[in-house]
């Protein structure tokens, strides 16, 4: 379904179900149209004014559109009941256990993406309210907290292993925001004073998909799908998908950063 349906390319494992009943629904809608339009054209033609110059007051005998109708309310409720709920209740029900996943926090905020990792202990450490500097300290760590010593963080920037479940845990910081990243078939809005689970696993690397569509500057990216404020147009963030060693590459490089004494500080 996704090539006919020119869906953008696809990068998870679950999305293939989601665009199959993408595709379904309108194959059934397209059916329907036709169905409806076809009906349409034939009642105007069949009960013209010339053909019937007085209105029939008895009406149609005949019990054939009420079967019609009854037929589309069972196919609606089996792509509702039998497709849609089933495949929505398998995202949102079924998140893997944390310590089979790889856990990372991603806080929105006007207008951008902050990236949170545990760093090599695993755990995140303490945040504080007070400690929120937006220059410096965007998310308020307490680097005194033995576990938030080695947090990494980014902007706007989400590097993710390839090929194992990842767990996005959704916050914000003032308005309703909402993480979309079309490849990866995923759309969840971040409200502020809950923390919303998004799961998925990425199967396609950044260099691979650039390979794939032959384009060398292939980005995937992260757009804020809900209209937050005036700056929402330049919300964007990106996600780079690595293969598993490359990104503990990437990782060590940045916890090395951070154990590096700052001159600036
Ligand atoms: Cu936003």
């Not at 504080?128 to 300290?137: A, H, P, R, S």
């Not at 760590?141 to 947090?151: S, V």
């Amino acid at each position: 379904m996704t090539e006919w349906m020119r869906l953008p390319a696809l990068a998870t494992t679950h999305g293939q179900p989601i665009d199959n009943l993408i595709g379904w629904t309108h194959i059934f809608m397209l059916v329907l149209f036709v169905g409806w339009g076809a009906f349409l054209a034939y009642v105007l033609l069949r009960f013209r004014k010339s053909r019937h110059p007085v209105a029939n007051y008895t009406g149609v005998k005949s019990h054939m559109s009420s079967y019609v109708e009854g037929g589309v309310l069972v196919v609606e409720l089996v792509l509702l009941f039998a497709f849609s709920i089933p495949l929505w209740a398998a995202r949102v029900d079924h998140v893997p256990p944390e310590t089979e996943a790889f856990v990372v926090h991603l806080t929105a905020e006007q207008f951008a993406w902050n990236v949170r990792y545990p760093g090599p202990d695993k755990k995140f450490g303490k945040t504080d309210i007070k400690l929120i500097d937006t220059q410096v300290n965007p998310l308020g760590i307490d680097r005194e907290d033995p576990a938030a010593k080695d947090d990494v963080t980014t902007l706007n920037q989400l590097y993710l292993p390839a090929n194992r479940p990842i767990i996005v845990k959704l916050r914000s910081k003032d308005v309703i925001h909402s993480f979309g990243v079309p490849e990866f078939r995923v759309k969840q809005d971040a409200i502020p004073g809950l923390t919303i689970p998004v799961w998925f696993i990425p199967n396609v690397t950044t260099e691979e998909m650039r390979a794939r569509k032959g384009n060398p500057n292939f980005q995937y990216e992260i757009a804020c799908a809900q209209l937050c404020g005036l700056g929402h147009y330049r919300m964007r963030g990106f996600v780079t998908v690595l293969p598993p060693e490359e990104f503990q590459k990437w990782m060590d490089e940045r916890v090395a950063e951070l154990a590096a004494p700052d001159p600036f500080r």
